[in-house]
């Protein structure tokens, strides 16, 4: 088991190594290896406002997101793209009010974009796995 978690954590791209360390700190802070927490943690991860201030995104005593997070006034455009998509790929959560920024055409404009597509792979591993698979063997 080691070794795969291992080998993902080798594949994985990073944006820093401050996203690194932050990602496996968390992942082993809240003791939850699923998908949900692999794609929310590495997606607020990427941003250093939202690594500097995960309690206000994240209860680790209740395991649950803190929706009142996003009107924190720290807020900069890529932490609030970051917490979009992390909240959404968790549970689906689509910020109403401003419901333009939660879609693809304006999350994935952003300087973020080829880590949020690895946000995806984390949360939907098996859709993408099979995806890259059917992508090399088209390429051989």
């Given at each position: 088991m080691y070794d795969s978690q291992e080998r993902m954590m080798k594949?994985?791209?990073f944006i820093n190594h401050?996203?690194?360390k932050f990602y496996q700190e968390t992942m082993i802070n809240v003791g939850i290896d699923d998908t949900y927490h692999k794609a929310l943690f590495y997606t607020l991860g990427i941003d250093q406002d939202c690594r500097s201030?995960?309690?206000d995104l994240y209860d680790f005593q209740n395991y649950r997101i803190k929706l009142n997070g996003i009107h924190k006034a720290w807020q900069t455009t890529?932490?609030?793209?970051?917490k979009l998509l992390?909240?959404?790929?968790?549970n689906g959560?689509?910020?109403?009010k401003e419901y333009q920024e939660s879609t693809p055409?304006?999350?994935f404009s952003s300087e973020y974009?080829?880590?949020?597509?690895?946000?995806?792979?984390?949360?939907?591993?098996n859709q993408t796995r099979q995806k890259d698979r059917q992508v090399i063997h088209q390429c051989r």
């Open positions: 594949k994985m791209k401050e996203h690194q201030h995960i309690h890529g932490s609030m793209q970051c992390g909240f959404n790929l968790y959560y689509v910020y109403k055409y304006h999350l974009c080829l880590y949020f597509i690895e946000s995806l792979k984390l949360r939907y591993p």
